[in-house]
Each structure stands twice: as structure tokens, then as C-alpha cells.
């Protein structure tokens, strides 16, 4: 086994770590107590080929793997950004992955070069109020009439949507019958926007405050059938290949944004004395970095492995068991990492000024989205461990 980054991998990382020196802990502090979208920082990623790293070189892109993008949010998130780059870079990332992966010619021809290169962005609307983890209740519906769909719903906590140029849209095409499965019936479409029959709202939230996530509103939009992304009715399974990529590409996530908090971590218990000694000398303050460090190089290993896996057989069980297990332990590691990490601050940790609430705040969202840590275990404790199923 070889746990090496290759040449080019490096390179990738190194460069990130740069962009991310430049868009440091302050930067990123200011926009989020603005509220305001990093329109720089997602401007330079895209000018960089980040966001073309999946895309083939046909489409302007470098035709790399699911490896490439891991090491490349890793290090976005590690360098100084935390959280921040994490979603951004992951939103950026979806809807390529998916007109990739079910897109035709056309629509490949027609979207790839300006989402490789950060120019036009497509948010993704999928949740709904009713419709959460169990996205197979959707009631968005999309009903035919001659070569064109008319849409009507709405959806919630959709992110980036006023920042975008598309919305990769999940709607109901057939009612669910019952005694069959909920999910079939369900179509991707890829919408050009603005629309005026889609308007949306900002809903207040904790956690990051530079991406709005919106309540979306669908009234009668008309769009032909050529919007159609992948096969009429069979939308569910088309979005199951990019669960996995979003799982690990979380996870990666997750892991820099830990690695940042700790290492911030270490200089301030470095540099602070309290009665004569560094408080970093007191096993109460060493320990619990310690064993958080321990937990998230670890949950890398796992991260590597799942990216791996998922360019060797995306398709393969293994791909998503791993993808599932990386996710999770990444995700608890990061939590675990930013709580010793804010604590060893004591008071100050509360102050903005030293970032670690923020990136405390950020990890929270890594447990809910794109899945509950709990809906994690149920994958796990089903479809690895061979359990009955739970919920």
C-alpha cells in the first residue's frame, strides 16, 4: 500500500494551501458577520481549474478523480478557511458531477466549460419541508403537457440558489402508486436561472452565514423536455452516484477544517502561560488535542480509502459502504477536534476574534447534511453489518 500523494496530487494541494493562505481565518470571519457570499474566493477557485478537476478535458476540465477532489477540499478547508471553503467548493462540485455523470451531449456541451471554470454556478433542490432525510416524499410535481413540464412545489434549505445560473431541480413525474417503490417517478431537471416563476426567501439559520439556504417557490414554471436530466422517471437513481462523491468530499471537508482547529489549537496552548507554564505542558489541555489528533488522521486514512475505492468502482457496494464509514468517523472526528479545540481557549474560545466558534459552528452542519450522522449508522448497521433495518 502507498499512502503517498502523488507528484501531481501534491502539487494540487500545495496550491490550494496557497489560495487558502490568501483567504485566511480573517476573511472569512468579516464575511460572515456581513452575511455576505464569497464571491472572491469562489471567483480564484474557479479561475484555478478547481472546480474543472472532475470535468473531461473536452469540456475545458483535467478529467481527474474523486482522489484529486478530496486531497483539494482537504486542503482548501485545512489552509486557513475552515468550513467555509467546504461548502462553496462542494456546491460548485454537485452539479458538475451530475450533468458528468447523466447529462447528454448537449447539455455536457452547454453547461461543463462555464462550471468548470467557476463561471456559472448550479445549485441543487432536492429537500422539501416533508421531504428530508426521506427524499422520496417529495411532492414537487412536474406534469407533462406535449413536449414540455409544468412545475409546481417548493422546496427548502436550498443553498446558493440566488449565486446561481441553474438549478438542478428534483420533481415528482409520477404519483406513487401504493405497494410500489416511492422511488420511481422521480425526474432531475436542469433549469436555467433566474425564472420568474421560481422566487425564494432566505431562511435565518445557525452556522455559516456567507451561503443563504433558501425556502424556494415553484409556481407554475414551463420547461421543455430537453430539460430533462438523465431518464424520465428514474431521477431517485440517478442521484444516488453523486451521494457518494458529496459524502466523501463532507468528509474531507470535515478533516481540514479539524486539522485547522487543532493546529490554532497547539500555537495558543503553545504561546499561553497561566502561572508560570505553557497551558499546553497540562495533560488536561494536552490529552484531549492529542487524542482528537489521533481521531482525525485516522478518519484521513478512511477519507483516501473511499476516494479510492469510488474511482477504481463507483458503482461497487464497497465504494459506498466506505464512502458511508469515511464520512461518519470523519464528521465525529471534526466535532470532537473543534469542541477540545474552542475549549482550550477557555473563555476567549467564545471570541470570534480566534475563529474556533466559527469553525465550531461549521462542524455542526457536517452532522446533518448531506446525512444525519444517525442515518449514517442506519446505512451501516443495514447494508454492512447485515442488521435488519432500523427506521
Same mark, same amino acid.
Given at each position: +500500500?502507498?499512502?503517498?500523494?502523488?507528484?501531481?496530487?501534491?502539487? +494540487?494541494?500545495?496550491?490550494?494551501?496557497?489560495?487558502?493562505?490568501?483567504?485566511?481565518?480573517?476573511?472569512?470571519?468579516?464575511?460572515?458577520?456581513?452575511?455576505?457570499?464569497?464571491?472572491?474566493?469562489?471567483?480564484?477557485?474557479?479561475?484555478?481549474?478547481?472546480?474543472?478537476?472532475?470535468?473531461?478535458?473536452?469540456?475545458? &476540465?483535467?478529467?481527474?478523480?474523486?482522489?484529486?477532489?478530496?486531497?483539494?477540499?482537504?486542503?482548501?478547508?485545512?489552509?486557513?478557511?475552515?468550513?467555509?471553503?467546504?461548502?462553496?467548493?462542494?456546491?460548485?462540485?454537485?452539479?458538475?458531477?451530475?450533468?458528468?455523470?447523466?447529462?447528454?451531449?448537449?447539455?455536457?456541451?452547454?453547461?461543463?466549460?462555464?462550471?468548470?471554470?467557476?463561471?456559472?454556478?448550479?445549485?441543487?433542490?432536492?429537500?422539501?419541508?416533508?421531504?428530508?432525510?426521506?427524499?422520496?416524499?417529495?411532492?414537487?410535481?412536474?406534469?407533462?403537457?406535449?413536449?414540455?413540464?409544468?412545475?409546481?412545489?417548493?422546496?427548502?434549505?436550498?443553498?446558493?440558489?440566488?449565486?446561481?445560473?441553474?438549478?438542478?431541480?428534483?420533481?415528482?413525474?409520477?404519483?406513487?402508486?401504493?405497494?410500489?417503490?416511492?422511488?420511481?417517478?422521480?425526474?432531475?431537471?436542469?433549469?436555467?436561472?433566474?425564472?420568474?416563476?421560481?422566487?425564494?426567501?432566505?431562511?435565518?439559520?445557525?452556522?455559516?452565514?456567507?451561503?443563504?439556504?433558501?425556502?424556494?417557490?415553484?409556481?407554475?414554471?414551463?420547461?421543455?423536455?430537453?430539460?430533462?436530466?438523465?431518464?424520465?422517471?428514474? &431521477?431517485?437513481?440517478?442521484?444516488?452516484?453523486?451521494?457518494?462523491?458529496?459524502?466523501?468530499?463532507?468528509?474531507?471537508?470535515?478533516?481540514?477544517?479539524?486539522?485547522?482547529?487543532?493546529?490554532?489549537?497547539?500555537?495558543?496552548?503553545?504561546?499561553?502561560?497561566?502561572?508560570?507554564?505553557?497551558?499546553?505542558?497540562?495533560?488536561?489541555?494536552?490529552?484531549?488535542?492529542? &487524542?482528537?489528533?489521533?481521531?482525525?488522521?485516522?478518519?484521513?486514512?478512511?477519507?483516501?480509502?473511499?476516494?479510492?475505492?469510488?474511482?477504481?468502482?463507483?458503482?461497487?457496494?464497497?465504494?459506498?459502504?466506505?464512502?458511508?464509514?469515511?464520512?461518519?468517523?470523519?464528521?465525529?472526528?471534526?466535532?470532537?477536534?473543534?469542541?477540545?479545540?474552542?475549549?482550550?481557549?477557555?473563555?476567549?474560545?467564545?471570541?470570534?476574534?480566534?475563529?474556533?466558534?466559527?469553525?465550531?459552528?461549521?462542524?455542526?452542519?457536517?452532522?446533518?447534511?448531506?446525512?444525519?450522522?444517525?442515518?449514517?449508522?442506519?446505512?451501516?448497521?443495514?447494508?454492512?453489518?447485515?442488521?435488519?433495518?432500523?427506521?
Amino acid at each position: +500500500m502507498d499512502f503517498d500523494l502523488s507528484l501531481e496530487q501534491q502539487m +494540487m494541494a500545495d496550491t490550494a494551501e496557497q489560495i487558502s493562505a490568501r483567504f485566511d481565518p480573517e476573511y472569512w470571519r468579516e464575511k460572515d458577520e456581513s452575511g455576505e457570499y464569497p464571491a472572491e474566493f469562489i471567483a480564484e477557485i474557479g479561475a484555478q481549474g478547481f472546480f474543472g478537476l472532475p470535468v473531461p478535458e473536452q469540456y475545458g &476540465g483535467m478529467g481527474l478523480g474523486l482522489t484529486e477532489l478530496a486531497v483539494a477540499m482537504e486542503s482548501l478547508c485545512h489552509g486557513g478557511g475552515g468550513g467555509g471553503p467546504a461548502i462553496g467548493y462542494l456546491f460548485g462540485l454537485l452539479g458538475n458531477l451530475s450533468i458528468l455523470h447523466h447529462g447528454n451531449d448537449e447539455q455536457k456541451a452547454r453547461y461543463l466549460p462555464d462550471m468548470a471554470t467557476g463561471e456559472k454556478m448550479c445549485a441543487f433542490a432536492l429537500s422539501e419541508p416533508d421531504a428530508g432525510t426521506n427524499s422520496m416524499n417529495i411532492k414537487t410535481f412536474a406534469r407533462r403537457e406535449g413536449d414540455e413540464f409544468v412545475i409546481n412545489g417548493g422546496k427548502w434549505f436550498i443553498t446558493n440558489i440566488e449565486n446561481s445560473d441553474a438549478l438542478l431541480l428534483v420533481a415528482r413525474t409520477e404519483k406513487p402508486v401504493e405497494g410500489k417503490s416511492k422511488a420511481g417517478g422521480i425526474t432531475l431537471f436542469l433549469v436555467d436561472l433566474p425564472q420568474a416563476a421560481i422566487t425564494y426567501t432566505p431562511i435565518p439559520k445557525h452556522g455559516f452565514n456567507y451561503y443563504k439556504s433558501n425556502q424556494v417557490f415553484i409556481e407554475d414554471l414551463r420547461v421543455h423536455e430537453s430539460c430533462v436530466l438523465g431518464q424520465e422517471g428514474r &431521477g431517485f437513481y440517478s442521484l444516488l452516484g453523486t451521494l457518494n462523491p458529496e459524502r466523501v468530499l463532507v468528509a474531507a471537508g470535515a478533516v481540514g477544517t479539524a486539522r485547522l482547529a487543532i493546529s490554532r489549537a497547539v500555537e495558543y496552548a503553545n504561546e499561553r502561560n497561566v502561572f508560570d507554564a505553557p497551558i499546553g505542558s497540562h495533560q488536561g489541555v494536552q490529552h484531549p488535542l492529542a &487524542g482528537a489528533h489521533a481521531k482525525v488522521e485516522s478518519a484521513w486514512l478512511a477519507v483516501l480509502k473511499a476516494a479510492t475505492l469510488n474511482d477504481v468502482d463507483s458503482a461497487s457496494k464497497e465504494a459506498g459502504d466506505l464512502a458511508n464509514m469515511a464520512k461518519y468517523v470523519a464528521v465525529e472526528s471534526c466535532i470532537e477536534a473543534c469542541y477540545h479545540a474552542m475549549q482550550t481557549y477557555g473563555g476567549a474560545g467564545f471570541a470570534r476574534e480566534y475563529h474556533q466558534e466559527r469553525w465550531w459552528r461549521e462542524a455542526q452542519l457536517f452532522r446533518l447534511a448531506p446525512l444525519t450522522q444517525q442515518m449514517t449508522l442506519n446505512y451501516i448497521g443495514e447494508h454492512v453489518l447485515g442488521m435488519p433495518k432500523s427506521y
